[in-house]
C-alpha cells in the first residue's frame, strides 16, 4: 500500500541530496581553473561550500536508511527519482540553465513510470 509519509520522507530526503549536489558544484566551480593535483584536493577538502556538500549528503543517507528500514526497497527506491523534479528545478532557478521543454517531458514520463510502480499491485 502507497504510503503519504514514504512520499514526504523521500522528498525531504531527495532535498537534501540536490541541495548537496548544488553546493558540491558550487564548490566545484570555484576551483575549476585549478589544475586537479594534490592543492586542488586540498582546497576541495577544506572548501566550506563542500563540507556542507558532504554535511547534507550524510542527512540524506541517514533519511534514506530509515526509509530503507521502515519500507519495502521496491516500492522506495523509484522515488529516488523525486529527485530529478528538483534537480531541473535547480537548473533553472539558482544556475540559470535552459532546461529544453523535451527534458521536462522526459521527467515527466519518468515520475508517471515511479507512480505505476509505487501504485501498482504486484499480480500475486
Partial sequence: MFSIKLLLL??????????????????????????????????LIISPW????IFL???????WVLVLRNYDFSQAYPL?????IFALIASVFIFGEEVPVIRWIGVLIIILGVFLVVKGKSPV
Fill in 10 to 43: 523521500m522528498s525531504v530526503q531527495s532535498l537534501f541530496l540536490i541541495s548537496s549536489q548544488i553546493m558540491l558544484k558550487i564548490g566545484v566551480g570555484r576551483l575549476k581553473d585549478e589544475v586537479i593535483n594534490f592543492r586542488y584536493f586540498l582546497h
Fill in 57 to 63: 549528503m550524510g542527512i540524506a543517507a541517514g533519511i
Fill in 80 to 84: 529516488v527519482s523525486i529527485s530529478y
Fill in 50 to 53: 563542500v563540507f556542507s556538500s
